[in-house]
């Protein structure tokens, strides 16, 4: 991999991990398109690699809520009032929301690495999901905050966001769609699908770092998978601001019709022989 291409693909890994239109499809398709080899190791850890930079960035624009919500949970471990604030519970429901995800992507790395990383998986779950969406802001009642969220609130979601271990379906759609269709209104589901990817996508980075490091020396180039990282850390923070203010105002259901449409031209590629699933 040349330096342009991880410019590329850092890019393209900062705009879409916070949208709801999946990160790791579109890296498989930028992948696909500049000849990688999407089912080789090397590339399949450097997509997971370059990641972090993109929570690197939430981790610096949510310093405030991060270092928040740290503080009381250290002050609750060893002091009994402390166990009384309300950012003391929260920082428990984000980690107990992590735990799943944690377990699936241990459970099933074979699968994830191989067999989803083709692009008709990316189709499928592009596809689907873009229902889940849909269905998610007709029925979510959307009358519950942040201070309303219970530990089967973070469980639901933890659970539904390894779905996301499927190409295509986004973590983020997966997660507020389901924190909306637990009825939480859709700037709190946001920051709950926030606070609980940084742990998960963190240790998902570090891990393919660690254990795939000479995959990725071989394959893409340690050089090309910083310059790719960083740059998903530049592009990423400005993407977050840009999401929250979006889910704000308008339905995540404005990113519907790009899903479907994205997902019929990858459709058509591989059914004219364009392009090949792996």
């Not at 394959?219 to 704000?248: C, D, H, K, M, N």
Request: net charge neutral; glycine share 10%.
């Amino acid at each position: 991999m040349n330096f342009w291409e991880a410019l590329l693909l850092g890019v393209v890994e900062g705009i879409t991990e916070f949208l709801p239109v999946s990160s790791t499809g579109h890296l498989t398709i930028v992948e696909k398109l500049l000849g990688l080899r999407i089912d080789d190791a090397g590339v399949t850890a450097f997509t997971a690699v370059i990641q972090v930079g993109a929570i690197i960035a939430s981790i610096v624009y949510f310093r405030a809520d991060i270092v928040r919500l740290a503080g009381a949970w250290f002050r609750g471990l060893v002091n009994a009032g402390a166990r009384q604030e309300r950012d003391w519970k929260m920082a428990w429901l984000v980690i107990a929301g992590s735990i799943p995800i944690g377990i699936v992507g241990l459970l099933l790395s074979d699968l994830i690495t191989g067999p989803l990383r083709s692009l008709w998986f990316v189709v499928g779950g592009l596809l689907v999901w873009s229902v889940v969406m849909v269905l998610a802001e007709r029925l979510g009642r959307q009358d519950r905050s942040e201070s309303d969220l219970t530990l089967v609130d973070a469980l639901v979601v933890g659970v539904v966001q390894c779905l996301a271990l499927v190409p295509g379906v986004s973590r983020s759609g997966a997660t507020i769609s389901a924190g909306l269709l637990r009825g939480l209104d859709r700037v709190s589901a946001t920051r709950l699908a926030f606070f609980l990817a940084i742990p998960a996508l963190t240790a998902a980075g570090v891990y393919e770092a660690v254990g795939s490091a000479d995959d990725i020396a071989t394959s893409v180039g340690w050089g090309p998978t910083a310059v790719a990282t960083v740059v998903s850390f530049v592009v990423g923070f400005a993407s977050i601001a840009w999401l929250l203010r979006i889910v704000a105002k308008f339905p995540i259901t404005v990113f519907v019709g790009y899903r479907v449409v994205l997902a019929v031209v990858i459709a058509v590629l591989l059914l004219t022989g364009v392009v090949s699933a792996t």
